[in-house]
C-alpha cells in the first residue's frame, strides 16, 4: 500500500437525497481510477459501497461507507453516505471527518427534500462544498434548472464550473470553464477526449468564464490586483481563489456528471485533487475543553472513532480519523473519554468490506483497526499523556419512541443483547427504560428506521421483535379538600386486627400556610419520585392514635398514591392531615393501620373533585412557510396551543404545547403532511389537567381493565 503524505489526501462525503447516484458514482470514481475493474451496479447488487445483506435487500445505501481512490498523485478518500432522512445518524459521523462535502443534486429533481434536509447538516458544520448535477443521461434532465433551484436554496455562492453541451439520451460533451475547453465522452464514458468550445457556444462560455474568475478573485486581494492588471487569472490563480472561496464558503462549484455512464468523474476527482483543501489546510478541531487542535504531521497522535462496524468474522471494526501526527501498528494509545489503553494491533484502510493492511496512517487520513477493548464512536485516542479530547458528535434527538418487546417473551434477554449491540453500531438507536410503567423504549429517527431495525433483529439476531405505543404516564391529583375515616377491624378467632383513622386531603401547592384548627405534632415532606409532592402531617391529640402507627399510615396514603384511585397513576401534590382516630389496646398493629390509612385516603381522594393531569410538551415544527397552514391546522386537531410563530429563512418555526398523548407517531405525520420537509423537536413542559371528557372516558377504561385483568 502506497503511503501518502498529508498534503495528498483528501477527505470527501458524498452527500444527497436518496437515489440521486451517490453510490453509483462513488463505484465510478473507483473504476476511473484503476481500484477496480469493472464497475458495479445497484441492480446487481455488487457496488463496493452498498455491500451489506440489507443494502442489496432495500436496493439502497443504509450505512455509511469509506472507499477511497487514487488519482495522480492524491488519495481520496469517499465517505458515501446513505440520503436516506432516517439514517441521519450514518451521515453526521460522516460529515464530521470529512474535509469536503459532494453534495449531489439530480438533474431530472432539482434540489429536493432530502438535499434541504442534509444541507442544514452541511451548513451546521460549515463544510466547504461541491456540487455535482448527476444523472445529465436521464430523459428529464434539467440543468439549468437544477442550478436555478441550487442558487434559491443555497445562495449566490452556487458558481458554474461546467455546463452540458446537451442533456437526455445524448449527453456526451461538457464545457469546462476553468479549462476553457470542451470534453467529449464515448458512447462507454471514461476519459473524454479534449477539444476546443464550439464557436457558436464561445460567447456563453465566454460570459460564465468572466463570472467565474471574478469568482476566484473575490476572496484575495492579491488575486483581485492581478484580475484588474490583466484582466485574467491563470488557472492555478483561480484554483488557489476557488479554494479559497470554498473554505469561507462564498464558493460552491458545480460539476457536471453521469455517473452511470462514466462521465465526469474524472474532472471532478482531478479537482478535487487540485482544489479541495486537504485536512491540513482545514481550521483547527475544537477541544472539549474549549480549546483547538491543528492537524499537524508533526502533532502528537490523535485518533477520533467515527463508526463501530461490528461483523461477524471480525468483530468490533472501529473507522477513526488521525487528528494530528501519525499512527503505526502495534502502537499504545489512551482513550481520553474512557481511560482505557488500546493497542492498535492492526492497521488497516477501508474500500467498503474489504481492509487493506497499512503500516502507518498519517495526520488527514481515514482508516481502522480492530479489537479495541472500550472504545466506542465519538471517543478520542492519544498518546499517552496528552490528554486531549475531541468535541463529540451531537447525534439527533429520537423522533419516534415505541415499546420494543419479543414476539416470543422467553427472548426478552436475546434481544435486549441484541439492542444493545446495534446501539453501538447505530447510536441514533436510543433505548430507554421506563420504571413507571416497565416498559423497554427504543427512540429511532422514524418508521423506516424502526423496520430497519426489525429487519436486523431478524437477520443478523435472529430475534423477532414487535414495536406498540408507548403507555402515557398520566398522574393524578384533587382539586378540592374533603376527609374521610376508616375502621378496619377483623376478628378471626386469636388475635384481631384494629385501626380507625381519620383524614383530611387538600391539594397542596408551593408556599401552603400551616393547617388550621389542629395542633401539629409531626410534619413530613416528601418529593415523589414520580414528581410532585406529598405532604404529610400528624395532627393526634391525646393519643388517640400511638406514635409508633404513623408511620404505618403513611405507608398505606402513599402505597395509593403510587397506583391512583383513578388510572392507577401515580397520585401528586396532595396534603394529607391524620387528626384524629381509635386504638384498640391488644388488636391495633402496623399493618390494620396500614390498611386504615389507605382506605381513608381512598375515600377522601374520591371526594376530592379528582383529576387526572397529562403530560404537555413544548414543540418546535419547523415547516416551510407555504405548508404552514395545513400544519397549523394538524397542530390544533391536536389540543394544542399554538404559542408563537418564528421565521428561519424559507421556514416557519411554530411553537406550540402539545399532550404528549397526542404526539404518538407525530414524526410520521408531519412527515406526510409536509412530504418530508417539516422536522420538529419536543421536550417535556409541565402536567397538565385532561378535560374532563377525556378523563372520564380514561377512568372507564381503566375500570373495565381492572375488571378484566
Ligand atoms: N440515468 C441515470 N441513473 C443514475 C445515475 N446515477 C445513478 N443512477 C441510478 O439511480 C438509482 C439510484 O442510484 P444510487 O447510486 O443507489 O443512489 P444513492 O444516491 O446512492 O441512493 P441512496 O443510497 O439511497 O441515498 C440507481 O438505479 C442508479 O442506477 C446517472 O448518472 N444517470
Ligand atoms: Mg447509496
Redesign the pocket.
Known sequence: MKVFDAKHIKNIVLL??????????AETMLFEAGLIQRRG???DKN?V??HHDLEHER???VHSTVLHTEWRNYKINII?????DDLVGETIPALRVADTCLL?LSAPHGVEVGTDLVWDHIAHYDRPVIIGV?????PNADFDATVAQAREHFGSAVTVMQYPMEQGDGFHRIIDLLKMTMYVFKDAGGKPEKQPIPEGERERAEALHKELVEKAAENDETLMEHYFDKGELDEDEMRQGLKQGMMKRTCFPVFC?????NMGSGRLMGFIDNVAPAALEMPAEELADGGALECSVDGPPVLFTFKTMIEPRAGHITLFKVMSGEVNEGQDLVNDNTGTTERINQLFIVDGKERKAVTKLVAGDIGGTIKLKDTATAHTLHAPGRNVKLRPIAFPQPRLRQVIKATDQKQEEKLHAALLEIQKEDPTIVLTYSRETGQQLVGAQGDLHLSLLKWKLSHHYKVEAEFSAPRIPYRETIRKEASAMYRHKKQTGGSGQFGEVHLRIEPWYEDMPEPTGHSVRGKEVHDLPTGGKLVFYNCIVGGVIDNKFMPSILKGVMEKMERGPLTGSPARDIRVVVFDGKMHPVDSNDISFKIAGLQAFRDAFSNADPQLLEPIQELEVRVPAELMGDVMTDLQGRRSIVMGVDSSGRYQIIKAHTPLAELDRYSTSLRSLTQGRGTYTERFLAYQPVPSELQHRLVNHHKEDEVTA
Open positions: 444527497g437525497s436518496h437515489g440521486c447516484g451517490k453510490t453509483t458514482l451496479r445497484i441492480e457496488t459501497s452498498d436496493g439502497s445505501s458515501d453516505t446513505p440520503g436516506l449531489l448527476n444523472q445529465l443521461d436521464h456528471l453521469s455517473a452511470l455512464r
